[in-house]
């Protein structure tokens, strides 16, 4: 009868151990499977940041040069500058000013030698800019920098697709991990401005 108790008693022992070990290698899978998952989306959302617009721009993005020597975009491009040369001389209002003329040039601007494809692009686009002035026009310069980041992918974006007559150059800040353009080859980084001016170095000239 003892034995028959002992017996039994090893059984259930030995099951509540293996169930205890079952769940805890289970854990472990499931754990394991987390981490494998965040990781993986982790990386999915590192893939889509380079996206169109989004919120952390153009990560060394490499700027594709419409041949077209296109004399319609000079006057975006030229507020735009202005926004950066304003922004890199920690110059606030300056930058304003430049926001006020870049809204004034996305007005102006004539879509009517536009494809319909061009136009539907250049309306996302020009829609985005839009945006991004308006903030800088009204932000504090913290803010106008992060709005600006945004616009030099616009911008970027508006020359693959209609192409400048204006000698450019692709400027990339290892600091933010953001490009901009500029029409010098100085550098000169409209993110940190006299924090860190010479911040940067060329990647590409356009034209």
Known sequence: MKTTIGILALAVLSLTVSCKDNKESKHSEETH????????????????????????????????????????TTPIIESYLQIKNALASDDKNAAAKGASAMLAAISSFNKTELNKTQEKEYMEIAESVKEQAEHIAKSPIDHQREHFETMSTDVMDLITLLGTNKTLYQDYCP??????????????????????????????QIN
């Open 33 to 72: 499977s987390g981490e494998m998952e965040e990781h993986d989306n982790s990386e999915m959302n590192h893939d889509n940041s380079d996206g169109h617009h989004s919120e952390s721009v153009n990560a060394e993005r490499s700027i594709e040069a419409n041949p077209q020597k296109n004399p319609a």
């Open 175 to 204: 600091m933010k991990k953001v490009s901009w353009l500029s029409e010098i080859k100085e550098i000169k980084n409209p993110f940190y401005g006299s924090k860190m001016m010479t911040c940067g170095s060329i990647k590409k």
